[in-house]
């Protein structure tokens, strides 16, 4: 039996919420978390793309808070979808943002690039 990777190990049942184009945002992703779903957004929906950080922010702090008032039912981790295409001219912004903000899962769509998955386990 394979196990999971580490972000996933302490979740309850294997759930993602899907990045969702426009709807997805933090209070959702939160939610989701705290139910005990990887909740899971888009960066491209941050607008303009200098709210990604807020976003980060909000997410990383309420998850935190959640897990220091309730140690016995810690939230589920989160994950950002970066759109990987060569017409996504945020990329490198939106990832060296999800590397500081030590995103858990980085979730990629419409391609592959090693630079991306470098910085995604690093």
């Given amino acids: ?14 759930v993602s919420g899907s990045p969702l184009f426009i709807i997805s945002n933090p209070k959702l992703v939160i939610a989701q978390c705290i139910a005990g779903v990887v909740g899971a957004m888009l960066a491209l929906n ?31 981790p ?11 001219g945020r990329l490198a912004h939106d990832m060296a943002l999800c590397v500081k903000y030590k995103v858990p899962i980085i979730i990629t769509s419409l391609g592959a690039r090693e630079d991306i998955n470098a910085a995604a386990h690093s």
């Fill in 1 to 14: 039996m394979s196990t999971l990777p580490a972000p996933l190990n302490a979740l309850p049942f294997p």
């Fill in 78 to 88: 989160f994950a950002i979808n970066q759109i990987v295409h060569k017409s996504n």
């Fill in 46 to 76: 941050a607008r303009p793309a200098e709210q990604l950080e807020d976003w980060l922010i909000e997410i990383t702090e309420a998850l935190a808070a959640h897990n220091l008032a309730h140690p016995d039912k810690k939230a589920a």
